[in-house]
């Protein structure tokens, strides 16, 4: 059982250039999420969403897109990569069923590490 | 901004209890408490959470005072593995998906 599984764990890129971030989860959880997380902060949500076909804005989404078109994969798009995004990347998902996301714990991957030079 | 206040650091010896606390004043009635923990350059892991009544598990305790506005995570006996950031998480107001994350408590272990 794997888990979330984000790829690629590392990447360096130029400014105004774009990129996919992969997340997939193999638990059969509805909810997926990305955060992103700056040196000595906590995380800060950028995206959301509740099931296959249906996303939201978290609370930092300017500069990102999401898609969710399987219960398994969110990717994050950053369509022109600015200064101001390099950052460790987190995706997450969980199951919720009743009560609301926010009573159930959440799994992590193990990040993706973006520079924007 | 985040509705949790913790102290930034705190240290404990290899092998003895550690008690993380965590203060929210402005918890709702509804809002559970949940707890995670960050490795050195790793993904965030969920330790424990509950709403109002002591919650037990196999990594930690989590201790939740009457009132409901602070809680204390423990640790019964800490190894060197368990140092790590410790993040004491409400959900957002009127959300039910947003969890919102302070900066943590970065807990030092003393061989």
């Known amino acids: 059982n794997a888990g979330v599984t984000q790829t690629p764990k590392f990447r360096i890129l130029k400014i105004g250039q774009s990129m996919t971030l992969q997340c997939t989860q193999d638990m059969n959880h509805n909810y997926m999420y990305w955060y992103r997380q700056d040196p000595g902060m906590g995380l800060k949500l950028i995206y959301y969403?509740?099931?296959?076909?249906?996303?939201d804005k978290g609370e930092v989404p300017n500069g990102y897109n999401v898609s969710r078109s399987t219960t398994e994969d969110f990717p994050l798009r950053l369509e022109l990569a600015a200064p101001s995004q390099t950052s460790v990347y987190f995706c997450?998902?969980?199951?919720?069923?009743?009560?609301?996301?926010?009573?159930?714990?959440?799994?992590f991957g193990d990040g993706t590490r973006l520079s924007i030079l | 901004d985040a509705k949790t206040t913790q102290p930034n650091s705190m240290e404990s010896n290899e092998e003895e209890p550690v008690h993380l606390p965590c203060n929210h004043s402005t918890i709702s009635g509804t809002d559970y408490i949940h707890w995670y923990r960050q490795l050195p350059s790793q993904g965030p892991e969920y330790v424990i959470h509950?709403?109002?009544?002591?919650v037990n598990n196999r990594m930690a305790s989590l201790a939740i005072a009457e009132d409901r506005k602070s809680s204390t995570l423990i640790l019964h006996r800490a190894t060197l593995r368990d140092a790590a950031v410790y993040y004491c998480i409400l959900p957002a107001p009127d959300s039910n998906y947003q969890l919102i994350w302070g900066a943590g408590t970065k807990l030092i272990i003393k061989p």
């Open positions: 969403s509740v099931g296959a076909g249906i996303t």
């Open positions: 997450a998902s969980s199951y919720t069923l009743h009560g609301g996301a926010g009573n159930q714990p959440q799994h």
């Open positions: 509950g709403l109002t009544s002591n």
